[in-house]
T-cell receptor, first 111, second 112 residues
Framework: DTGVSQDPRHKITKRGQNVTFRCDPISEHNRLYWYRQTLGQGPEFLTY????????KSRLLSDRFSAERPKGSFSTLEIQRTEQGDSAMYLCASSGGDTQYFGPGTRLTVL | GESVGLHLPTLSVQEGDNSIINCAYSNSASDYFIWYKQESGKGPQFIIDIRSNMDKRQGQRVTVLLNKTVKHLSLQIAATQPGDSAVYFCAEDNNAGNMLTFGGGTRLMVKP
């Protein structure tokens, strides 16, 4: 499978704990995006990388959230001191041109 | 703020019929639009896209129409099949290729 992959697919954590998600983009795609999706809503943009540079961040990305793409390939999204409001599907997408291709997402549940 | 939206939250069609899903956008500067299909528990799947210099684009069983005058986008699915049952989102590129703005989605239900 040469599509976007995400790990883990599901994560259950207790409030206050830190979590980290990983995204592996389609090979050679230089752009990588993170989105958050809550039930019944469309995905909302969080942040965007071109190669290893984080070029844009949404106001949704509070200071508890941090994303990295150290070598311009895979990316990680960390949420510190999780809150119940962080429960959502976290989606990663990559593109080599205009079209963004999405991964399966990581479903986060904060208890 | 400017956003992409959908007229109908749920669309129920008979298997074999054609489906039309509509979307309104408000950012006149947007020049690229995409339709995604999302099945339960999965990520959005690219269906078809269209640039603002086109009015119509066809794929396999799907057609996207763009009316820039009224800022309206539609997705037509021919001979709808049970496998087409999903939530469909239109998305708007912010003209810088940096992020997509999604609408709330339309659920398509196909009755056998």
């Amino acid at each position: 499978d040469t599509g976007v992959s995400q790990d883990p697919r599901h994560k259950i954590t207790k409030r206050g704990q830190n979590v980290t998600f990983r995204c592996d983009p389609i090979s050679e795609h230089n752009r990588l995006y993170w989105y958050r999706q809550t039930l019944g809503q469309g995905p909302e943009f969080l942040t965007y990388f071109q190669n290893e540079a984080q070029l844009e961040k949404s106001r949704l990305l509070s200071d508890r959230f941090s994303a990295e793409r150290p070598k311009g390939s895979f990316s990680t999204l960390e949420i510190q001191r999780t809150e119940q409001g962080d429960s959502a599907m976290y989606l990663c997408a990559s593109s080599g041109g205009d079209t963004q291709y999405f991964g399966p997402g990581t479903r986060l549940t904060v208890l | 703020g400017e956003s992409v939206g959908l007229h109908l939250p749920t669309l129920s069609v008979q298997e074999g019929d054609n489906s039309i899903i509509n979307c309104a956008y408000s950012n006149s500067a947007s020049d690229y639009f995409i339709w995604y299909k999302q099945e339960s528990g999965k990520g959005p799947q690219f269906i078809i896209d269209i640039r603002s210099n086109m009015d119509k684009r066809q794929g396999q069983r799907v057609t996207v129409l763009l009316n820039k005058t009224v800022k309206h986008l539609s997705l037509q699915i021919a001979a709808t099949q049970p496998g087409d049952s999903a939530v469909y989102f239109c998305a708007e590129d912010n003209n810088a290729g940096n992020m997509l703005t999604f609408g709330g989605g339309t659920r398509l239900m196909v009755k056998p």
